[in-house]
């Protein structure tokens, strides 16, 4: 399809991870069409309009209005909303249309493209409605190509798009934080006399989430090491993760040593807090690759999820992982051992990969 002038992605993916994962080779995308005077159209999901602004500037950019179609929202500005969306990318005109993701949202719109040809990513899930369907596994793949980056790289290659290079994460420019964002950061009780660490408890799943109370221990070391820390995270979920988490640590000083900020930063203002973080854990969730992405050093733990496919890309993060804990039976959504692989990961085992070790390129098998 190397003859398409007119190419839409629609990617409007909901998980931050996924995007930060295939954006590195969405650049290269970007870069390809403007080099041979072709026009690109990629649809993303609208949470993330302020995070990748100026990440892809030769495309045209539509926002899949996701946060208007939510459950609950007003019924007639959720049709009108959805109604803008497709016009907005049927307006286009594409030759190609294509997904990198499984999910239906993304095929949905596809469908709705208008696109002389459109293709699906995967033959395991949506057929109908699509001119070619691309037979690209993300699991048993090839020894050195596990990562989730190969299988969508194998995607733009079957398309006639070349893509090169070693797995990488897009390319985002992030300023620090500027003086309104730090005098808000200083009120939420940040005192900037210490290194901050950073933890993110949450995890949009159950069988992501390290126990919350191996964060409190973990923030007990941490302190006493000399940090500061900074729960993070969005939505009741998280919100309430961190709210045990606090209670169980009770309060700090003048210059508290735990701060709560939850649902109080954008996605921009998270990743420029991150520029001036010292240390980040949190489970495998999409802040823990947004400051891999910004190479904060951290740990990443991982539970029953596959880390082959969606292991953090950047150098300075380290994974602990217990999987070997797992017996043949268990399942992401059925664990015979109660998530062992998670609960029997120590705080003192993180402390000791986050703080005290120095190597950062490797997993470690605890």
């Not at 949470?47 to 939510?70: D, H, I, M, T």
């Not at 469908?111 to 699991?139: C, E, M, N, P, W």
Request: glycine share 8%; charged share 20%.
């Amino acid at each position: 399809m190397t003859n398409a002038q007119r190419i839409a992605l629609i990617n409007p993916a909901k998980f931050l991870g996924n995007l930060l994962l295939a954006g590195g080779l969405i650049q290269q995308l970007d870069s390809w069409c403007a080099q041979h005077n072709k026009q690109l159209l990629i649809v993303l999901d609208e949470s993330f309009a302020e995070l990748f602004a100026g990440a892809f500037p030769n495309a045209q950019l539509v926002w899949y209005p996701r946060k208007a179609l939510l459950p609950g929202a007003p019924r007639f500005a959720a049709i009108r909303a959805w109604l803008a969306c497709v016009r907005q990318i049927r307006s286009f005109n594409a030759d190609l249309a294509f997904t990198i993701e499984e999910d239906s949202v993304c095929h949905r719109l596809t469908h709705f493209s208008g696109a002389r040809h459109k293709v699906s990513s995967t033959i395991h899930r949506y057929h109908l409605g699509f001119d070619q369907v691309l037979d690209i596994s993300r699991s048993q793949r090839p020894t050195g190509e596990e990562s989730v980056w190969y299988s969508i790289r194998d995607v733009f290659a079957a398309l006639g798009i070349p893509v090169q290079g070693k797995p990488a994460y897009v390319n985002l420019q992030i300023d620090p934080p500027d003086k309104e964002l730090m005098a808000r950061l200083a009120l939420s009780g940040l005192g900037f006399k210490r290194p901050l660490m950073l933890m993110h408890a949450g995890a949009s799943k159950g069988y992501k989430q390290w126990p919350s109370d191996h964060f409190v221990q973990l923030a007990l070391l941490s302190v006493k090491a000399g940090y500061q820390i900074a729960l993070i995270g969005a939505g009741r979920s998280d919100e309430a993760v961190n709210a045990h988490i606090m209670l169980e640590l009770g309060t700090g000083n003048a210059y508290p040593d735990y701060v709560d900020l939850c649902n109080q930063l954008s996605l921009l203002e998270l990743a420029r807090l991150m520029r001036i973080s010292s240390k980040i854990v949190g489970n495998d969730s999409g802040p823990s690759h947004l400051a891999s992405a910004l190479g904060v050093p951290g740990v990443v733990i991982f539970g029953p999820t596959d880390i082959g496919i969606w292991r953090p890309l950047g150098p300075a993060t380290e994974i602990l992982s217990l999987k070997s804990m797992c017996e043949a039976t268990c399942t992401r959504h059925q664990c015979r051992l109660n998530y062992r692989c998670l609960s029997e990961i120590t705080p003192q085992s993180v402390f000791d990969n986050l703080v005290l070790s120095d190597k950062r390129t490797y997993e470690t098998t605890l």
